[in-house]
């Protein structure tokens, strides 16, 4: 589910660890710099959380899970551990999720002072080398779990200005796509055979993409590039929307039930759609991926092109075999984009998150993080499907 | 259900509405300058609004139903008027009452221009006599609505700030009750006849209290003063809470479903009773009234008393024959406080509402206001019943 | 609320009360002659009590209320106090309302052998004379408690019948109404003045129909007749059930929610509007008053209609000067029927309840029943308003 | 998920088909008799159906799929289509599965004609050899489809007596169980290896059983029995409900908010538990195994125990080592029972079925069945885990 980075604690090369820390945590303060005071407290759903509790959260992940190991350690504020501990029960009792958007104290420039006091005390403790190895392992997750909320952070703001009828735009200055034309799609096909997939244990993973493990796949094909807009757009004008028997019976439910007629982000206006983005609404782009579509609407169109979406172990497999790279944070688009070439497989890294058919749970010997982080992942594997790749965001 | 305030457009008296119209709007600004631009959106309940678009619905009120009257007026900007309309349905669609706390944007600033640009604008229109009777008509009424809102910014700052965990304080410079020995309680007795009620219709006011009529009254009596915390306390104390027979089946239900044991800004800790209010928690104040109870709770401790609460004609009559005078918004206590006399009827102005036992329903011959006001109070007559006699807040 | 009955009890008259008991109490049964025996269960909202409830719960009242009070009665089954108590906090825990539908046990049957059992109970000790004033003021009440629920029987079935997408039919033998011109509706006057309104307290009453008091009363006038269907039509084609401006701010909230064109128990087909009854569906009878409107819908055809809903004040005065005869159950019509003169005003009792624009509430010195029944009505006298004249079911 | 029993319609063998089809048929009815006809439409909750429309439904199933298909074949009654189709939307509308309970018309009596009349024209069908391959096929399903639903028949008659506060009893002459003595605990193991799981594709299978694909799996181990339910009583003595680390996150929500602290049919009486059963309220029976706990459950149970829950591959593997032989109806038990040996692997099959941690999803290959059937499981494929091995009621 994650894109493995390298391990750093293992090295024990400390100074390259606080640049990075620098650089992650920083970059963090910098996504929320285009947002006004205003903007900090939105959660426009209770799936959402606002920019500054994502600040505060994380600042807190740091401070709970490791500078409260040091001897003699002052806590910034008493409050903050029920007010931004997210979900550890082991740890005490936290703030109602549903509640995050109402607090309006403490106020942002308090939650900057705290981020800003927990740097410099881990900074300070890195320097004077006063962790030990669990410690640092905790730190790298630290820097995982930092990087995972800024991918929420710029998910939650993009959901967040959705729902604001002034469709406010987040950044005007993001890269700009070149033009591209779209690869023609096909299929890609592998091989039948015993496979390893899982974590091969060098570096950092999360607990979820752990043991490595065998598993035999049945040959299988994979399109060679993501759906575009426009693809999608075919099977909306095809009213798969109205058609019962392209639907899961659960998706079916939704779409009566709330009316749903195309993706969250579009909308129609005199006969054309629109899509919102960080930029705020724009003409549906229509050769770029199509992205913010749920499972049931994955899963509907690949039983309406004739295919079926593939399950991780098969994801993993053909991701396995390509470089780690493409449409990230980093690359500053912050949308996705149209493949950069037509060879062999695109994308498969980066633009979007991809719906899989498989249901997130444990790997066979799963086991969870040991001490407080044991329920960072695997309480949540029920009733889930799992998205791989990344995105534009991550 | 409001107080007669000494009509002005029927005088003419420009000059003197000018510096009514400054005091009134100003007073909205200065009921914010406490809070910080973070507590500007809050809104942490359907029913509350946030502060920031109380400013921004009052002064739409002025600019839709007069400065729109003016030839050539150019609106401030155009989609303000579906967000800041609260119900009025004949002048078009507007927001969801539910989100107006997501309405990040436009900024506080844009919100204060825009009340700045109106507020130029109605004072040079008012100066230059370019309004006529009735826009001067919906000026006196935009006052008033003006002050209902002040009312309702305090009263929805108490709840925002109640639900943070952090009890804010809203201000701590209010001026401060001398202590003061609570008068016994005792009945004063009215006597059977007929009697006119309503406003007799010289000066502002609102549909609602009008028209004035006559109805006969058989003799009751009423409390001289409110009754206090402490007398509430002996209600709790007593079991009310767990004794249905008490209690209206509706009010049972409530108190079952949520749990109820104590009035909603009440807490307890250590066995005593603590009590929110714009000075943050505070111990219970044991000689001032009851306030923030709903009718339910109202009702079961008159019952309890072995009394009943007055209906609305009762309190009327009784009040028709006091001074308007008591513990408002001028005083700047923002709480209830003991009586200041033991002669006679006390509070029955200001301090805290009074619930009364008739349900809200028009006067005999009740017309709504004309035109776009036509809304403003008769849609809401049902399933609630009356209180009189405004509060600290009002 | 309520139609004055005869009162029995005061008069000692004992052969009379039990030919009135067997009366009253056979008539539950002939009314569910005509249900099968799986009819018996029915709830088709949680509003709705199953036919089997009111035959037992009825029964429950007068083991509960009356034969337990007698020395050495064995009650008929200790369950049956859990599971027929329909609200009476005071006498103990209850089955929840909601799940009456549930109770496929006890069976009819055993029900039917309650029934019997209790009335040869009763009658057996009204004939030795064993019961006490208080007793026999119970059992008079009982009777009228009964015929409620002979109302609520009926209202039932009907609701109950028309969720079944078959339209079954109660009974196909009602008397049929004789066709009859609609008398032109014209205003009735009624004179300023006072007026006594209330049960004057001789023979029965219930507990919310007294004291009999005082009221003043501006002149006021009432439609001679009830609204036809087909004066509710033209309501309906004047698309006020698209028109927010003729409803309460509720209502319009209820019209959007639950998309309501038209009353509960019609359907249009091909354009043309069928109606609900005791007989199946039906081709609108448009000569016929409109009935099973709820008061959001009466009050806004009053206003469309540029009239008002009277007071029960002013109804309960009209309503005095009238003899108490109509279309009620023994006509054994089952439905309103056009009205028979165009004298005077018509159709006040019987045919449809009638909505007045009065909270439901107490009258000035209004006293509960004493003892158990004092949970009767007052506990629900909130949020409702008042309907009066009984229907073609009373 | 489902016990393969011998293929029919392969062997053309028609008598023996008739007389399977009689057999099976009669066993719904006879799983009928021992209700009363106001329990044939009982609906506790949405997810139940009633008796009746298990009887009805089952037998629209052979009407719509195969007697439909003959010409000139008349439909007992047209309304049946509508009322008694469960959920395909291929085959039209329906009426909605939470008013199933609310259908008192048609009487039961005369849906007893309607299996009477389709099963003599299916019978007859059958004997004149009038039905096509594909219609044998579907006869085939058809049986298969009446015995789950005869399952679910029990399955909602149990839970719909639980319901009501009398505890009815289906059955008192249910064969009773030999006392038995448990089996300790073992774990039994199974090596890693390449295994062929699915259906073999010789006689009938569902569609979700196939296709028969091979797959990887490392060494495991199986408990040698299923765990009773004085094992799991040991599990809520160790504070199992109270302790959030042993629960996925949606489990303890579910815990919170429902506040569980014991299975669905257990109840606290005086410190000791009771189980409610086919045959009423039972003091709990320790040495039976647990049954009609729910995936939360078993999944908290095997962490709590230091284990796992098996994949459904692994089950599947064990499972195709062992007779398929169990406590199943036909032993008329209608409870689990105590393993009947303590060698190898005991009640895999039987008694309960069995949560795996596996979930419900397309085995590689799926293809749904054709025509009408396609809707028959692949579009419940979401947000379920599977279960295996059947149980008592099977």
Same mark, same amino acid.
């Given at each position: 589910?994650?894109?493995?980075?390298?391990?750093?604690?293992?090295?024990?090369?400390?100074?390259?660890?606080?640049?990075?820390?620098?650089?992650?945590?920083?970059?963090?303060?910098?996504?929320?710099?285009?947002?006004?005071?205003?903007?900090?407290?939105?959660?426009?759903?209770?799936?959402?959380?606002?920019? *500054?509790?994502?600040?505060?959260?994380?600042?807190?992940?740091?401070?709970?899970?490791?500078?409260?190991?040091?001897?003699?350690?002052?806590?910034?504020?008493?409050?903050?551990?029920?007010?931004?501990?997210?979900?550890?029960?082991?740890?005490?009792?936290?703030?109602?999720?549903?509640?995050?958007?109402?607090?309006?104290?403490?106020?942002?420039?308090?939650?900057?002072?705290?981020?800003?006091?927990?740097?410099?005390?881990?900074?300070?403790?890195?320097? *004077?080398?006063?962790?030990?190895?669990?410690?640092?392992?905790?730190?790298?997750?630290?820097?995982?779990?930092?990087?995972?909320?800024?991918?929420?952070?710029?998910?939650?703001?993009?959901?967040?200005?959705?729902?604001?009828?002034?469709?406010?735009?987040?950044?005007?200055?993001?890269?700009?796509?070149?033009?591209?034309?779209?690869?023609?799609?096909?299929?890609?096909?592998?091989?039948?055979?015993?496979?390893?997939?899982?974590?091969?244990?060098?570096?950092?993973?999360?607990?979820?993409?752990?043991?490595?493990?065998?598993?035999?796949?049945?040959?299988?094909?994979?399109?060679?590039?993501?759906?575009?807009?426009?693809?999608?757009?075919?099977?909306?004008?095809?009213?798969?929307?109205?058609?019962?028997?392209?639907?899961?019976?659960?998706?079916?439910?939704?779409?009566?039930?709330?009316?749903?007629?195309?993706?969250?982000?579009?909308?129609?206006?005199?006969?054309?759609?629109?899509?919102?983005?960080?930029?705020?609404?724009?003409?549906?782009?229509?050769?770029?991926?199509?992205?913010?579509?749920?499972?049931?609407?994955?899963?509907?169109?690949?039983?309406?092109?004739?295919?079926?979406?593939?399950?991780?172990?098969?994801?993993?497999?053909?991701?396995?075999?390509?470089?780690?790279?493409?449409?990230?944070?980093?690359?500053?688009?912050?949308?996705?984009?149209?493949?950069?070439?037509?060879?062999?497989?695109?994308?498969?890294?980066?633009?979007?998150?991809?719906?899989?058919?498989?249901?997130?749970?444990?790997?066979?010997?799963?086991?969870?993080?040991?001490?407080?982080?044991?329920?960072?992942?695997?309480?949540?594997?029920?009733?889930?499907?799992?998205?791989?790749?990344?995105?534009?965001?991550?």
């Amino acid at each position: 589910m994650n894109i493995p980075i390298p391990a750093l604690t293992q090295e024990g090369n400390f100074s390259r660890l606080s640049l990075l820390y620098q650089k992650i945590r920083s970059r963090s303060l910098d996504l929320t710099k285009p947002l006004e005071i205003e903007d900090f407290n939105l959660q426009a759903m209770p799936d959402v959380s606002p920019p *500054k509790w994502h600040l505060a959260h994380t600042t807190w992940f740091f401070e709970t899970l490791i500078l409260n190991t040091l001897p003699q350690y002052q806590v910034f504020d008493p409050d903050f551990h029920y007010l931004f501990n997210s979900y550890y029960k082991g740890l005490g009792l936290y703030h109602p999720r549903t509640q995050r958007g109402l607090l309006s104290k403490p106020s942002l420039k308090k939650v900057q002072d705290y981020r800003q006091t927990v740097d410099q005390k881990i900074l300070n403790a890195l320097e *004077k080398e006063r962790f030990n190895t669990e410690a640092l392992q905790l730190l790298e997750l630290g820097l995982h779990h930092e990087e995972q909320h800024q991918e929420l952070l710029l998910t939650d703001i993009q959901y967040n200005f959705f729902t604001n009828p002034l469709g406010p735009v987040y950044r005007e200055d993001l890269r700009k796509p070149h033009n591209s034309q779209v690869t023609p799609l096909k299929k890609l096909n592998y091989t039948e055979g015993l496979y390893q997939i899982g974590h091969p244990d060098k570096g950092f993973s999360f607990d979820n993409e752990k043991p490595r493990h065998q598993i035999f796949l049945k040959g299988f094909s994979l399109a060679n590039r993501l759906i575009t807009n426009s693809e999608y757009l075919e099977f909306i004008q095809d009213k798969a929307y109205q058609q019962p028997k392209l639907w899961l019976a659960q998706a079916w439910d939704w779409i009566e039930k709330e009316k749903i007629e195309h993706p969250l982000y579009w909308q129609k206006r005199d006969g054309y759609f629109w899509q919102f983005t960080l930029e705020g609404w724009q003409a549906l782009h229509l050769n770029t991926p199509v992205a913010f579509i749920n499972f049931f609407e994955a899963d509907a169109f690949a039983r309406w092109a004739g295919s079926r979406l593939p399950t991780e172990a098969e994801w993993e497999v053909a991701a396995s075999q390509e470089e780690i790279n493409g449409n990230f944070l980093e690359k500053d688009y912050l949308i996705p984009l149209a493949p950069e070439t037509n060879q062999g497989l695109s994308q498969i890294f980066g633009d979007t998150w991809e719906w899989t058919t498989s249901a997130y749970g444990p790997y066979p010997g799963f086991k969870t993080f040991a001490g407080a982080p044991q329920e960072y992942n695997g309480k949540f594997m029920i009733n889930q499907m799992v998205l791989r790749g990344g995105s534009c965001f991550s």
